[in-house]
T-cell receptor
Framework: GNSVTQMEGPVTLSEEAFLTINCTYT??????LFWYVQYPGEGLQLLLK?????DKGSNKGFEATYRKETTSFHLEKGSVQVSDSAVYFC?????????????FGKGTLLTVNP | GAGVSQSPSNKVTEKGKDVELRCDPI?????LYWYRQSLGQGLEFLIY????????KSGLPSDRFSAERTGGSVSTLTIQRTQQEDSAVYLC????????????FGNGTRLTVT
């Protein structure tokens, strides 16, 4: 079945530091890939997505590139802010008959200190 | 409404009691999902509705868990004879159809079984 593995946290950075959260996946066919973010006390929100190989999703200064050759979708941001403190989830939506279901990683807690 | 609404936001119950959790999806969204978020476990898929039918119930952890959806809108997740291991945040999500659009999440119901 489909699975997502993301780096375990927590990750603690200082403001303006560079962020990478690794995500790799296992899936058949051509899944779509997502990063969701959960701010304290809130539900999950879509941060960015990519639907085919070599696509780059971007939003709010975050980027992730769909790498089929390495089955990866690493999240990056060049300069984090305190307001980026949240839990980040990598997810995939399968192709074909299983495209209705999102499979999530376990989440990575990011804390950004001033 | 503007987003997915879940109620109650918090529920504390005694072991052995039954609980009902409610989800109001975004109007017009035919696909509805329940996930469970436990500490250290990430998001665990429970059940998927397309309209009023549930073609995938594979994530329900035991026969104490059930869910229904009426009128293609509101869904209720019922947990009978609650156990302490049921303590978690239960998240509902919806989207317009089963295809590759992102899910929209509610803020969840935090269930604590004492």
């Amino acid at each position: 079945g489909n699975s997502v593995t993301q780096m375990e946290g927590p990750v603690t950075l200082s403001e303006e530091a560079f962020l990478t959260i690794n995500c790799t996946y296992t899936a058949t066919g051509y899944p779509s890939l997502f990063w969701y973010v959960q701010y304290p006390g809130e539900g999950l929100q879509l941060l960015l997505k990519a639907t085919k190989a070599d696509d780059k999703g971007s939003n709010k200064g975050f980027e992730a590139t769909y790498r089929k050759e390495t089955t990866s979708f690493h999240l990056e941001k060049g300069s984090v802010q305190v307001s980026d403190s949240a839990v980040y989830f990598c997810a995939l939506s399968g192709s074909g008959g299983s495209n209705y279901k999102l499979t999530f990683g376990k989440g990575t807690l990011l804390t950004v200190n001033p | 409404g503007a987003g997915v609404s879940q109620s109650p936001s918090n529920k504390v119950t005694e072991k052995g009691k039954d609980v009902e959790l409610r989800c109001d999806p975004i109007s017009g969204h035919t696909a509805l999902y329940w996930y469970r978020q436990s500490l250290g476990q990430g998001l665990e898929f429970l059940i998927y509705f397309q309209g009023n039918s549930a073609p995938d119930k594979s994530g329900l952890p035991s026969d104490r868990f059930s869910a229904e959806r009426t009128g293609g809108s509101v869904s209720t997740l019922t947990i009978q004879r609650t156990q302490q291991e049921d303590s978690a945040v239960y998240l509902c999500a919806s989207r317009r159809d089963r295809e590759r659009l992102p899910l929209h999440f509610g803020n969840g119901t935090r269930l604590t079984v004492t």
